[in-house]
């Protein structure tokens, strides 16, 4: 059985949709030709490749706090997906609420792009979501999990790194970021994206000088709170990506079905609530 029989989850996705949803005037980065994905052409590649649920992350790029976009797509196909939102760290307990009644599931922070401080700022928000059984998701890059690993790990309630904790593919798991991510494993409340192998690798596809850190993830977080995404549409890519030869490079770094399985569909369904749908 390949991947493209098995059933699968993709747990990091964007879409965009600037005709209908402008983006905002004071963004940083304004996705556009084929960066732009909308919510139709997002479900029409899920269904060519076996994709029965996805979780769409608000993006930093184009709409920032702006979740009108992602509210629509939930409500459009109620049901298929999940949303991670990008807020204000003094968003309110009700204005939570709604946004957890339409879909969304968690709250993404983006430190890689913002710096530490949109984190460590957000202390009450992190209780918050907690609070509500909600998720914490937090993008990070190089060496920035050593200072902030600590401080993640006194929080409450659930974590999910993204795309690996982005590390120096160069420097090794030993590296101080990294062996910080590893450390939250034993928290028992995180979970790690095995996705974004484009934006750390410093060699081309298929990013073979990153599979030695989604082995070192496994094993330490092991796949049942391990997820995979396919960064859709592939913002700011340094070459051309392509949903199916993304797939592949996943089966090549986890051949064996089983436990494939628990990272593409069984863990995902848990951890966003997919099997409320």
């Known amino acids: ?29 304004r996705p556009a030709q084929q960066e732009v994905g909308t919510p139709a052409q997002f479900v029409r590649v899920m269904d060519a490749y076996g994709v029965r649920h996805a979780l769409l992350v608000g993006p930093t790029s184009g709409y920032r ?9 939930l409500e459009s196909w109620e049901g ?16 939570l609420i709604a946004l957890r009644r339409a879909g969304v599931v968690g709250v993404a922070f983006n430190p890689a792009m ?13 209780a918050l979501l907690a609070d ?15 200072a902030l690993g600590p401080w993640l790990a006194q929080q409450p309630g659930q974590l999910v790194i993204d795309h690996c904790g982005r590390p120096h593919s160069e420097a090794g798991i030993g590296q101080a970021g990294f062996d910080a991510l590893l450390r939250l494993a034993e928290s028992g409340r995180a979970s790690v994206k095995l996705s974004g ?45 392509d949903y199916g030869p993304l797939l592949t490079l996943f089966e090549a770094i986890v051949p ?15 951890l966003f609530g997919f099997d409320q749908a």
């Open 132 to 146: 509500l059984g909600m998720i914490a998701q937090v993008q990070v890059e190089g060496d920035q999990m050593s």
């Open 65 to 73: 706090t702006d979740n009108r976009c992602l509210i629509d797509t």
């Open 1 to 29: 059985m390949s991947v493209f029989d098995d059933d699968k989850i993709d747990c990091h996705c964007h879409v965009f949709d600037p005709v209908r949803f402008p983006y905002r005037d004071d963004t940083a980065y």
């Open 197 to 241: 192998w484009q934006k750390y690798s410093r060699t081309a596809h298929p990013y073979e000088d990153t599979w030695p850190y989604a082995h070192a993830l496994l094993r330490s977080f092991g796949p049942q709170q391990c997820v995979w995404g396919s960064d859709w549409p592939f913002l700011r890519a340094p070459e051309r990506l």
């Open 256 to 270: 064996d079905a089983a436990t494939r399985r628990q990272i593409q569909w069984d863990t995902p369904r848990r």
């Open 114 to 126: 913002e710096g530490l401080d949109i984190v460590t700022r957000a202390a009450p928000l992190f």
């Open 80 to 95: 298929r997906f999940r949303g991670i939102a990008v807020v204000e760290s003094d968003i309110s307990r009700g204005e």
